[in-house]
């Protein structure tokens, strides 16, 4: 693997508590892999601490929302020419030794690998992944093939999509979008992976946001989608 094949995409919002931990992580432990922070305008010391450690960082004054900084993400590989970005929770979610297996899956000719937490094990039967298993069969349901962790945020993606998400519209990192490009002849394959409580702080995603986002979800997939333009 060359140094510029993979980025790691950090997106981070008030993640002071945090992210000093992962990045060294990846400075000290993972130097094969490029990263870049997207600071969305966090209102603590995440840029404070970013700017202490001379880290990679693409600073936004304001809160745009994690669209904005993965599609900034998106943008600068492409036009870096890395052939692969993956991204990485800034709360420690996320573990970076399961990068290697999504390289080598992704290598195989797939446009989308997810770090899925549930290829080999099994999915409990929770209210707090109910929402996964509906957005699930909606996949099923519209694309003929089911994503087993469609929620996970830990996906490396190929330049076919890394131009997608910087030259179109209405490319969000959500199961929506996966299931939208899986529509239009994008493969999209799952390496299992562990997945960590985050370090600090708490979800943006509380129980009635969580029934909202599930709700707008499986609208989009199962009605939206089909009502936007073919994919390139």
Request: aromatic share 10%; hydrophobic share 35%; proline share 3%.
């Amino acid at each position: 693997m060359n140094k510029n094949e993979v980025l790691i995409l950090i997106p981070a919002y008030n993640e002071s508590e945090s992210i000093e931990v992962v990045v060294n992580n990846l400075v000290n432990n993972y130097s094969q892999y490029d990263y870049i922070i997207v600071n969305d305008g966090s209102s603590d010391d995440t840029l404070k601490i970013c700017k202490k450690n001379s880290y990679n960082v693409i600073d936004f004054p304001i809160n745009l929302g994690l669209e904005c900084g993965v599609v900034a993400g998106m943008k600068y590989a492409y036009r870096k020419g890395y052939k692969y970005i993956i991204q990485f929770d800034a709360d420690g979610q996320h573990l970076p030794e399961y990068i290697a297996p999504m390289y080598e899956k992704i290598e195989e000719g797939y446009d989308i690998v997810i770090g899925s937490r549930f290829v080999t094990e099994k999915k409990p039967f929770t209210a707090r992944m109910l929402g996964s298993r509906l957005i699930s069969g909606a996949i099923k349901l519209t694309t003929g093939k089911r994503i087993k962790d469609p929620t996970s945020g830990m996906r490396m993606y190929n330049r076919r999509c890394m131009e997608a998400f910087s030259k179109e519209i209405n490319y969000g990192p959500e199961p929506d979008t996966i299931s939208y490009l899986m529509k239009n002849g994008y493969k999209v394959e799952e390496v299992q992976a562990e997945m960590q409580e985050r370090m600090a702080g708490s979800s943006y995603l509380t129980f009635a946001k969580s029934i909202s986002y599930m709700m707008k979800m499986l609208t989009s997939i199962v009605v939206i989608q089909n009502f936007r333009k073919k994919a390139k």
